[in-house]
C-alpha cells in the first residue's frame, strides 16, 4: 500500500500508543493519469502506551498522494496537518 515508508519511524510512532484509530471523511479525489490526490478531513483518536492512558482526539486534515502502476495504486506521500 506504501512501498516508500520508513518502516523504522512508522514502528517508533505506533510503539508508542496503545491503540489507534483514524477516520478519513469528506475526501475530494482528483485523479490525472497514473497519480492521484485524496484530500480528506477527519480524526485520529490515540491512546498512549505509557503515562495518561486517557483517549485523545485530534481532528485535521490529511493529503495522500498516490501512483498507479503495474499492480494498482500505491501511496507515495502522505500529509497530515
Known amino acids: 500500500v506504501w512501498p516508500s515508508v520508513d518502516r523504522q519511524a512508522l ?3 505506533f510503539g508508542s500508543l496503545r491503540e489507534q484509530r483514524l477516520t478519513l471523511e469528506d475526501c ?4 490525472r493519469g497514473d497519480r492521484a490526490t485524496a484530500r480528506c478531513s477527519g480524526t485520529v ?3 498512549p502506551q505509557v503515562g495518561s492512558r ?4 485530534l481532528a485535521g486534515q490529511w493529503t495522500i498522494t498516490l501512483k498507479r ?4 495504486w500505491a501511496i ?6
Open 54 to 57: 486517557t483517549l485523545r482526539e
Open 11 to 13: 514502528q517508533r510512532a
Open 69 to 72: 502502476g503495474a499492480r494498482g
Open 28 to 31: 475530494a479525489l482528483s485523479v
Open 45 to 47: 483518536q490515540y491512546r
Open 76 to 81: 507515495t506521500h502522505v500529509d497530515a496537518r
